[in-house]
DNA sequence: TGAACATATGAATACTTGTTCATATGTTCA
DNA sequence: TGAACATATGAACAAGTATTCATATGTTCA
């Protein structure tokens, strides 16, 4: 496909490619990765995982945390909920969602701590 | 009044939407965040990232890991520059790649944790 | 039972994003 | 200087996504 562009000084920068290419994640993993992060790539569902980092929340709770319409809360749960980063536990007509496990936190977090640096 | 009681129900909700508005991070902080990890939401961009946190690299190298058009890498690598999540050095005609800071690496750790988990 | 409430879902639409193609910029070396 | 290489960029298009509207499901209580 692109053999057009094949360095023809091969020497150090192939072989950086060949050792950086065996210690990669599989393909598998970094695309699972990649959709992880895309979960938290939209400030509504970051705005409910914060949320649940602190409280468990019914649907209700959440809208008007992040000021979203009913539907669209629940649809972005949806994602939320598909993504097993949140579970659910009814009492009568409501529904409480909280997050799943400490790893998104933790994701949190780390992410903070970058977004907090670059100010 | 008699009301409150009638209320009661409903003041423990408000209560902990109050509550939860107040330590939740503000707006901007919020969408900062959902920025970052947007970047992170594809497999192409995990990938060189994950590379870079192996060894620099130059856009030609990057390609062949990644498996991308050099147009394709090139656009990708723009985002990186401009989320200040890759730093670049020229030498002789070739630019290198590298990670701006650790923080990108402990963000993909941790989602590399949430992920070894949910498998 | 049915009325009122809480949440979920499907279809349609407006918006965003990744890739490609063509071309531009910038660097080296003969 | 010009030819070859390495990277960047703009426009266009296809694919994906978030929201809305309308409606469906499920729960409680009188």
Known sequence: MSE??????IH???????DTLQKLPEQ????ALAN????FS???RVKILCALSIHEMCVQGLCDIVGMSQ?????????LRTA???KTRREGKSIFYSLDDEHIT????AGLTHVNEKV
């Open 4 to 9: 057009k562009l094949v360095c023809e000084n």
């Open 12 to 18: 150090h920068h192939d072989e950086s490619v060949k």
């Open 28 to 31: 598998q993993t970094v695309e």
């Open 36 to 39: 992880t992060f895309k979960v």
């Open 42 to 44: 939209d400030p509504g």
């Open 71 to 79: 539907s669209a809360a629940s649809h972005q749960l949806r994602l």
């Open 84 to 86: 097993r980063l949140v």
């Open 106 to 109: 933790s994701i949190l977090y």
